[in-house]
């Protein structure tokens, strides 16, 4: 059974989106049967540029891609989610809909590389640098024997990744 994991972010144009991308392609590349989506409380509408880019250049095809509300996440006929990891601050501390099938939740934050000094150049390091920390921390949830721990076991385990 799919593991579906909802990634929150405030605007859904930059770290979010870099988790899913990250989470679906180390998965699909390893095998595991873990699915990422991406939504914000308040979507910007737009994908940031240097996102994406990052995504592409470690090998993540963007296409489809969109920034969603969270909205679409809490409804009749989602997907229901195992998993929901909040990326920034402020995404962590507003109330968040009631989601179906009452998954684990885990705050995994990060800076906002879309805040990075050095102009273009300084952005580019700072969103390939999230990308990186985010892959890591995926890599490390898609080792967990999801299918065979218990919503407890998944929370500790999602917490100590959280410290890492």
Known sequence: MTTNVLILCTHNSARSVLSEGMLNHLAHKLGK???AYS???????????????????A????????????????????PEMRIVITVCDSAAQ?????????????????????????????????????????GYRMLQLIALPLETMDNAQLQQALSAISAS
Not at 60 to 75: H, I, M, N, Q
Not at 110 to 131: H, I, M, V
Request: proline share 8%.
């Open 33 to 35: 049967d873990v699915r």
């Open 39 to 57: 939504a914000g409380s308040a979507p910007s509408g737009r994908l940031n540029p240097f996102a994406l880019e990052a995504l592409t250049h």
């Open 59 to 78: 090998g993540v095809d963007v296409s489809g891609y969109r920034s969603k509300s969270w909205d679409e996440f809490a409804g009749t006929g989602a």
């Open 94 to 134: 507003e109330t968040c809909p009631y989601w179906p099938g009452s998954p684990v939740k885990v705050h995994w934050g990060y800076a906002d590389p879309s805040n990075a000094p050095g102009g273009d150049e300084g952005k580019r390091l700072a969103f390939e640098l999230t990308r990186q920390a985010i």
